[in-house]
C-alpha cells in the first residue's frame, strides 16, 4: 500500500510561485511514473505534468515554460515548481504514481493565485 501526502499549496499572487511536493510512504521498492494533477469544480481532472522513474517530463500545453517536475527517487518525493502563477491555475493539485501496475493518489493541495 501507497499512501501520498501533498504539501505547499496556497495564497499567492498574479506572477507568483509555488512548489508543491508529494511524498510516497509504505513498504515501496522502485516507484513508477509519478506526476501531478489538477482539479477544479465541475472540470475533469486535467493532467498537469508527469515524470518517469527515467527522468523523461511530459506537461499540459498550458503550464509549458511555467511549471517544471522533478523527482528524488531516495526521498520516494515529486515536486513541481510553478512559476508565473495565473488565476486560471487555481486548483485543487493531486499527485499520483504509479507502483507495481497500480495508481495511487493524494488527497491534494489547494493552490489559489488571486490579488
Not at 22 to 32: L, Q, V, Y
Amino acid at each position: 500500500q501507497v499512501q501520498l501526502v501533498e504539501s505547499g499549496g496556497g495564497l499567492v499572487q498574479p506572477g507568483g510561485s509555488l512548489r508543491l511536493s508529494c511524498e510516497a510512504s509504505g513498504t515501496i521498492f522502485s516507484i513508477g511514473p509519478m506526476g501531478w494533477y489538477r482539479q477544479t469544480p465541475g472540470k475533469e481532472r486535467e493532467l498537469v505534468a508527469t515524470i518517469a522513474s527515467s527522468g523523461d517530463t511530459n506537461y499540459a500545453d498550458s503550464v509549458k515554460g511555467r511549471f517544471l517536475i522533478s523527482r528524488d527517487n531516495a526521498k520516494k518525493t515529486v515536486y513541481l515548481q510553478m512559476n508565473t502563477l495565473q488565476p486560471e491555475d487555481t486548483a485543487v493539485y493531486l499527485c499520483t504514481v504509479r507502483y507495481r501496475g497500480a495508481d495511487y493518489w493524494g488527497k491534494g493541495t489547494l493552490v489559489t493565485v488571486s490579488s
